[in-house]
T-cell receptor, first 114, second 115 residues
């Protein structure tokens, strides 16, 4: 399996709490991505980064924010969690080559907001 | 906007048999790439196979092969000699050359392998 890690794997939290989902990779990949996936549904891109200090919003609007201070680290933050944020969040990375390059996915964080 | 359609929410196959998962896509681009990703229950999503649109030859990876019909915008996945470990959600995905190079995923097909 790929060297991309996400913590926590599962998180149950109350409404209004601030949370940070961690994602790190040891492959030296420049490009990193966050996807949101509801159960049994497709993945939707919510954030991506082409390298340090680069972040962009994806196709699906999200109230979360991201940062990319180090190549290997791409955390996602929700300032005030709501039940509508309940979902699975997948982090991915790939080399900064062409789009044919494989995206490697982390194991995901399953978030439940009560 | 590009879209990817997987018309089979669920499929099942007997162990050792062959199954084909369907995928169609909509694009006006001529240069793009197609992928099949596998997501086993509670495990990481992994790449199964990929295809460059400019290549007419269908990609193969061991028991996995694709039937790429560019004119029909169709990209089906064939799994031969199905194994219990093939049980998973399978996602078809598309990305264009240039631009933001973002993957667009279909809704997935849940494959069950019966012993």
């Amino acid at each position: 399996e790929a060297d991309i890690y996400q913590t926590p794997r599962y998180l149950v939290i109350g409404t209004g709490k601030k949370i940070t989902l961690e994602c790190s990779q040891t492959m030296g990949h420049d490009k990193m991505y966050w996807y949101q996936q509801d159960p049994g549904m497709e993945l939707h891109l919510i954030h991506y980064s082409y390298g340090v200090n680069s972040t962009e919003k994806g196709d699906l609007s999200s109230e979360s924010t991201v940062s990319r201070i180090r190549t290997e680290h791409f955390p996602l933050t929700l300032e005030s969690a709501r039940p509508s944020h309940t979902s699975q969040y997948l982090c991915a990375s790939r080399l900064a080559g062409g789009p044919i390059d494989t995206q490697y996915f982390g194991p995901g964080t399953r978030l439940t907001v009560l | 906007a590009q879209t990817v359609t997987q018309s089979q929410p669920e499929m099942s196959v007997q162990e050792a048999e062959t199954v084909t998962l369907s995928c169609t896509y909509d694009t006006s681009e001529s240069d793009y790439y197609l992928f099949w990703y596998k997501q086993p229950p509670s495990r990481q999503m992994i790449l199964v196979i990929r295809q460059e649109a400019y290549k007419q030859q269908n990609a193969t990876e061991n028991r996995f092969s694709v039937n790429f019909q560019k004119a029909a915008k169709s990209f089906s996945l064939k799994i031969s000699d199905s194994q219990l470990g093939d049980a998973a959600m399978y996602f078809c995905a598309y990305v264009t050359q240039g631009g933001s190079e973002k993957l667009v995923f279909g809704k997935g097909t849940k494959l069950t392998v019966n012993p």
